[in-house]
């Protein structure tokens, strides 16, 4: 089957983009009278921000205490630490090869400089090592906005 118009399910995610393509483009056409509400939307951005810094320092806590208690549950404790220890060592040696050998071959290939001796171009490295992207976006930015001197508009 081929949903049609209404029935699909989910949020319009490109409409939106739309949107706030053409209010900032609105926004800016406004000149001074734009500046107010694009000063508070990078207000709200930087709020936002420093709430989702305040989150990543507080939900290892609480998947911790979620991960203790199913440990707490299982019959065969050393089937559980043998299994996760395979697992942490196939994670570990996954980023490993990822941010140590394909990152840099794909950071060499880009710009023909050797990503080891200027490591802070790497900072691209966090959001791969976690699921959320948005989780480490506060430190992605910051990272490449103070040690690569790269311009706050652009990222």
Same mark, same amino acid.
């Given at each position: =089957?081929? *949903?049609?118009?209404?029935?699909?399910?989910?949020?319009?995610?490109?409409? #939106?983009? #739309?949107?706030?393509?053409?209010?900032?483009?609105? !926004? $800016? $056409?406004?000149?001074?009278?734009?500046?107010?509400?694009? &000063?508070?939307?990078?207000?709200?951005?930087?709020? +936002?921000?420093?709430?989702? +810094?305040?989150?990543?320092?507080?939900?290892? @806590?609480? @998947?911790?205490? !979620?991960?203790?208690?199913?440990?707490?549950?299982?019959?065969?404790?050393? !089937? #559980?630490? +043998?299994?996760?220890?395979?697992?942490?060592?196939?994670?570990?040696?996954?980023?490993?090869?990822?941010?140590?050998?394909? #990152?840099?071959?794909?950071?060499?290939?880009?710009? &023909? =400089?050797? *990503?080891?001796?200027?490591?802070?171009?790497?900072?691209?490295?966090?959001?791969?090592?976690?699921?959320?992207?948005?989780?480490?976006?506060?430190?992605?930015?910051?990272?490449?906005?103070?040690?690569? $001197?790269?311009?706050? &508009?652009?990222?």
């Amino acid at each position: =089957q081929i *949903p049609v118009g209404t029935e699909i399910e989910g949020m319009n995610i490109l409409g #939106l983009v #739309l949107f706030a393509l053409v209010l900032g483009v609105a !926004l $800016k $056409k406004l000149g001074q009278e734009g500046e107010d509400l694009i &000063r508070f939307f990078n207000s709200f951005n930087e709020a +936002t921000m420093v709430l989702v +810094t305040w989150i990543m320092w507080y939900v290892p @806590i609480g @998947i911790m205490f !979620l991960v203790g208690s199913k440990i707490v549950e299982m019959e065969d404790i050393v !089937l #559980l630490v +043998t299994s996760l220890g395979k697992y942490i060592f196939a994670s570990i040696l996954g980023h490993v090869i990822h941010g140590g050998i394909i #990152l840099p071959l794909i950071y060499f290939a880009a710009t &023909r =400089q050797n *990503p080891y001796q200027h490591p802070d171009a790497l900072c691209f490295i966090s959001p791969h090592s976690s699921v959320s992207s948005s989780a480490t976006l506060p430190s992605m930015i910051k990272c490449v906005e103070e040690n690569n $001197k790269v311009d706050k &508009r652009i990222s």
